[in-house]
């Protein structure tokens, strides 16, 4: 029996601000390491409320401050909050199924419970059903997951966006649905979150160790590539923040993108209604560890990354009608350094991963 969830929101009730404007969907594609966990934590606090677990990290405000709503689908929620997880789990995490189950189905994480009491076209039916309802009442809906980067990890990285295209969404125009992705700079600090995400014990791999034998593919390092198949795959159209850029700029990533990509009303780059509380910001770590490799080889292996990203020279250039860069002055520098460098870049993420560990083997490892 469960006792901690409040179900919040009476989707029969249509919102008072439906014939507003015309209806948006919002999908935050990550990917990982680049502030997802507190976008989540923030749009599902700020929104209109679906659920909540009174024993949950994150809960929504007593009064929304934005006007859009985060769909829970309520069985999924229940079932993942009583299961167990590695991460502290709330329901602005409960889009990150949705990408697991539209792997192909040798992939499937059967441990878990949710996939042991369903099937998986059951699944995305609760996934549609619950967008298509808050969507059918009239709200412009807002979701989103890491998860994404599964696109540019997988082969089936296509189909999966065709699938959440064609089986979860609502059948709606291409220009109504916004993909935002994050572009974080420095490439080598993004990378080094990564090792901390994967080697959290002071007894895992240093951080020699892991770049020299890892099978991590490291998808959320392509985040271009994210962007140049979500404009292939789809209609949509695709925001690409620049990180950089809105640090510079003294931005909190979560009121950025309420403010500039959802267009709720702010003031001094704060949600209007927001009272002075501050945002949520999770994984924060204390206590990270540096990397045992001299900065010159961190220095060289940014190098890299950033060569790599020449193989989207067109996605850096910014002249398709559905890309909008925000803060494009750092990714127009990468393009016009891609020029410089003409042929000579890794083709692939292979490549480049090969490329790095040689990088690392011949600076050596400081301890």
Not at 229 to 234: A, G, K, R, S
Not at 312 to 319: A, E, N, P, R
Not at 337 to 347: G, H, I, N, R
Request: proline letters at 6%; a negative charge.
């Amino acid at each position: 029996m469960i006792n901690n969830i409040k179900i919040l929101a009476n989707s029969t009730a249509t919102p008072s601000y439906v014939a507003k404007k015309r209806q948006r969907i919002c999908i935050l594609a990550g990917p990982h390491k680049t502030g997802t966990s507190s976008i989540q934590a923030n749009l599902y606090s700020w929104s209109k409320a679906t659920i909540n677990f009174t024993d949950s990290m994150f809960s929504p405000l007593p009064e929304p401050v934005i006007s859009w709503i985060w769909p829970v689908p309520i069985q999924i929620a229940r079932i993942e909050h009583n299961d167990s997880h590695t991460w502290d789990w709330s329901p602005s995490k409960v889009f990150y199924p949705m990408m697991e189950v539209l792997m192909d189905k040798n992939r499937h994480p059967e441990q878990r419970s949710l996939f042991q009491m369903y099937t998986p076209d059951e699944i995305v039916k609760m996934y549609q059903e619950a967008i298509s309802t808050y969507w059918n009442d009239g709200y412009d809906i807002v979701f989103g997951t890491e998860a994404m980067d599964m696109i540019v990890k997988l082969k089936e990285g296509p189909s999966m966006i065709r699938n959440i295209s064609t089986h979860i969404l609502p059948d709606i125009d291409g220009d109504q649905v916004t993909v935002v992705v994050m572009y974080r700079a420095p490439k080598v600090k993004h990378l080094i979150s990564m090792w901390h995400q994967n080697c959290v014990k002071p007894t895992d791999d240093k951080f020699y160790e892991w770049i020299t034998t890892t099978h991590n593919t490291l998808g959320p390092m392509d985040s271009l590539g994210m962007v140049d198949m979500f404009l292939n795959e789809t209609n949509w159209n695709v925001a690409l923040v620049n990180l950089e850029g809105l640090k510079e700029h003294d931005w909190d990533v979560s009121n950025f993108v309420a403010c500039k990509i959802l267009g709720e009303e702010c003031k001094n780059k704060v949600l209007k209604d927001l009272h002075g509380s501050e945002p949520i910001v999770t994984n924060v770590r204390s206590g990270k560890r540096s990397p045992n490799v001299p900065n010159e080889t961190l220095v060289e292996i940014d190098v890299i990354l950033n060569q790599f990203d020449c193989n989207y020279k067109h996605i850096l250039k910014g002249d398709n009608p559905r890309l909008k860069l925000f803060y494009p002055e750092g990714l127009r520098e990468r393009y016009d350094s891609c020029l410089k460098v003409e042929d000579e870049y890794p083709k692939s993420r292979t490549a480049m991963i090969e490329q790095m560990k040689a990088i690392a083997i011949k600076g050596g490892k400081l301890w």
